[in-house]
């Protein structure tokens, strides 16, 4: 919701797996252009959509895997 109680896009939570994937694509896919190009209302609701999705991830996966490269030991290693 929007300040004005609008509702802005499909809650994640009632989003498929394939379709928050997809979303969350699409949404990285266009982030580079909102924060170079984007108004800043339109870049906060990018922003906001973002962590909407995210936090949806996490929370139906919680137990991700995680990359031991992405951690500080596995990048000290290389």
């Not at 989003?15 to 580079?32: A, N």
């Not at 909102?34 to 991830?57: I, K, S």
């Not at 929370?59 to 290693?77: K, Q, V």
Request: charged residues 35%; without cysteine.
């Amino acid at each position: 919701m929007t300040s004005d109680d609008t509702v802005l896009g499909v809650d994640p939570g009632e989003l498929t797996d394939d379709d928050l994937f997809r979303e969350l694509g699409h949404l990285y896919v266009t982030r580079l252009d909102a924060l170079r190009h984007a108004a800043d209302q339109a870049y906060g609701e990018h922003t906001r959509r973002m962590n909407q999705l995210e936090a949806e991830y996490l929370r139906r996966f919680p137990g991700r895997e995680i990359d031991p490269e992405r951690l500080r030991e596995g990048a000290r290693a290389r």
